[in-house]
């Protein structure tokens, strides 16, 4: 579609451009390395939302159960005491890629994804299957945590994580290592953070990419970016007021 001939940044398209939104994912696993199983699978886009629960197949690591109040009892998965209703990872994986394509390929985000989640995600996908049906229904990845990195290099921030830049930037502490509540948190402080397409196309990535040097489809993936993506731009107001690193 052709674009605007303005005075006003390349990255605007026209109104009636499809746009692509951005769903915000996490993930609360077993533990942190990469063979972990997800215990916890949740998404927000907007007021859409998504929030899944898995019984894992290995066991919680006392520290990942501390931290996120996860615990298995005879086959029962139990948060902070409560028992929870749970799907099987399959059926959590069909929901997510269903749940992706009612939003029409949306970009998706999260806070340090590129070293952990997305590493965990793609191992599940690809043991069911399920990779090709995930990524027809997705736009590409970007990281929140090289983002706010480069966006905040000048505030002097001593950590990165998720809890620490809501903290500093919206004023406001949330019950982190919660999926649901990290990706609620994190749109916010993605609206507060206002980056441009340019920002954005600096941190983009695919599934695919992670295994390969990927220089190319990180190249269509930007060109594909900047002709579909409506976003922000400078003038947007930030909203006022995963800890992972």
Same mark, same amino acid.
């Given at each position: 579609m052709r674009r605007k001939h303005n005075t006003r940044e390349s990255d605007e398209v026209e109104m009636s451009q499809p746009a692509v939104c951005t769903v915000f994912f996490d993930l609360e696993t077993t533990g942190l390395g990469l063979s972990c199983d997800i215990v916890q699978l949740a998404a927000v886009c907007g007021h859409h939302s998504l929030n899944l629960f898995i019984v894992p197949r290995c066991p919680i690591q006392p520290g990942a159960s501390r931290v996120t *109040? %996860? #615990?298995? #009892?005879? #086959? $029962? &998965? %139990?948060?902070? *005491? #409560?028992?929870?209703?749970?799907? =099987? &990872? $399959?059926? =959590?994986?069909? =929901? %997510?890629?269903?749940? &992706?394509?009612t939003l029409g390929r949306p970009l998706l985000a999260g806070h340090n994804i590129r070293r952990f989640d997305c590493h965990v995600l793609a191992r599940a996908l690809d043991e069911f299957s399920l990779r090709s049906d995930f990524q027809r229904g997705v736009s590409g990845f970007v990281d929140t945590l090289p983002l706010a990195r480069q966006l905040l290099k000048d505030r002097g921030l001593k950590s990165f994580t998720q809890e620490n830049l809501v903290k500093n930037l919206l004023g406001v502490s949330y019950a982190a290592h919660d999926a649901l509540e990290d990706v609620r948190a994190l749109q916010k402080l993605y609206r507060a953070l206002t980056p441009t397409a340019n920002h954005i196309q600096r941190h983009l990535f695919t599934l695919d990419s992670l295994a390969t040097a990927g220089v190319s489809q990180t190249s269509d993936l930007s060109e594909r970016f900047k002709t579909a993506v409506n976003v922000t731009d400078e003038r947007h107001t930030p909203v006022s007021s995963s800890s992972r690193v």
């Open positions: *109040g %996860f #615990r298995v #009892r005879r #086959r $029962r &998965l %139990f948060l902070r *005491g #409560r028992p929870v209703l749970t799907n =099987s &990872l $399959r059926e =959590s994986l069909v =929901s %997510f890629i269903t749940f &992706l394509h």
